[in-house]
């Protein structure tokens, strides 16, 4: 593989916009290391140059190791880094997010600490996950009866489909193989979409927690994401996996599973959805402060006002530090 252009080092100004970054770049059985302001990936087969400045999120799966010095360049560049499954069907840790902007974080808590906006984002969410019915008016009871109903049908459906016995949704917590195949698929499939989702949510700076449809639990928000696309993507993996063979079911349902999501580019709708569920009113992230690197004060009335200024009086500028 041929070497990228050395360059300076570059500062958190000069930094590609989000919008012109890889935005994931999955790497599995290498050892990651640091060439100038590149990363680079070597394994048996050689040694691959990635731009650091041009990644947007780094899923380091299986068998990777990373030295010290590229987490360095990651961290300068704005690189947010996940330690995820195979092919990043399972979250097990993650670094920084890639923003340096409060914004998706903030409109977040703005959404949820209204009742009345927690529940639009929760219409929101029912009309991306099924945009042949209107939830508009509808109560948070009523949401979760029709998405009940919804999901019963889906599963009726996929039976059909596939011609698999269907005899409800059965499983014990903390006991995979108590359920039938297509159950064991269907737990399988979700805790893959589960790890997608939380890759993604920690990725954007977004808080795991506040969720608009769940809630009290540290992944509330997670399983809000990771719900959009169970009907769609989820559940009927599950029961091709389990229409196939009763044998091996889990692995196989998060292989398959792994390709589809691959297939249809879910972890970039993933970050569309989010990013218009946050911000409705508008879908250019930047126009939130998305990719500056600006701290501001809080003033009265949600005035922001620039920091590094002695607001006591005459303006004295301190330039660019805190302190």
């Known amino acids: 593989m041929s070497a990228i252009s050395r360059r300076p080092a570059l500062t958190p100004r000069q930094l590609t916009r989000t919008d012109e970054r890889l935005s994931f770049v999955y790497l599995e059985r290498c050892t990651v290391h640091r060439d100038a302001n590149a990363i680079t990936a070597q394994d048996a087969e050689g040694t691959t140059h990635i731009p650091s400045a041009t990644i947007g999120t780094l899923l380091l799966g299986p ?3 990373v030295t010290h010095q590229a987490m360095s ?14 092919h990043g069907v399972r979250y097990y840790a993650s670094g920084r997010a890639l923003s340096r902007s409060s914004a998706l974080m903030e409109a977040q808590a703005r959404q949820w600490a209204n009742p009345r906006s927690r529940l639009a984002v929760a219409r929101a969410m ?29 599963y009726r459906a996929e039976a059909a489909r ?8 059965r499983y014990t917590p903390g006991d995979f193989t108590s359920g039938d195949a297509v159950n064991q698929a269907i737990t399988a499939a979700a805790q893959c979409m589960y790890g997608i989702a939380h890759a993604v949510v920690t990725s954007l700076g977004c808080s795991p927690a506040l969720g608009f ?24 993996v599950a ?28 972890l970039n709708r993933c970050v569309d959805d989010i990013k218009r569920l946050l911000l409705p009113e508008s879908a250019d992230s930047s126009a939130h402060g998305g990719d500056r690197d600006v701290v501001t004060l809080q003033s009265d009335h949600g005035q922001q006002v620039a920091s590094g200024v ?3 009086g005459p303006d004295e500028d301190y330039g660019d530090e805190l302190w």
């Open 126 to 154: 029912y009309r991306l996950r099924f945009p042949d019915e209107d939830p508009a008016g509808l109560t948070r009871h009523e949401l979760l009866g029709r998405e009940g109903r919804r999901v019963k049908d889906c």
């Open 63 to 65: 068998g990777t190791r």
């Open 73 to 86: 360049v990651l961290g300068e560049t704005g690189a947010a880094v996940c330690w995820v499954g195979e």
């Open 162 to 169: 596939t011609g698999v016995s269907w005899r409800g949704r």
């Open 213 to 236: 449809v769940h809630s009290g639990h540290e992944l509330s928000f997670v399983l809000d994401i990771a719900d959009l696309y169970k009907t769609d993507i989820g559940i009927p």
């Open 310 to 312: 002695n607001h006591d």
């Open 239 to 266: 029961f091709d996996v389990a229409a196939q063979d009763e044998e091996d079911v889990g692995s196989r349902t998060r292989r398959a599973l792994r390709d589809r999501i691959n297939e249809t580019r879910l």
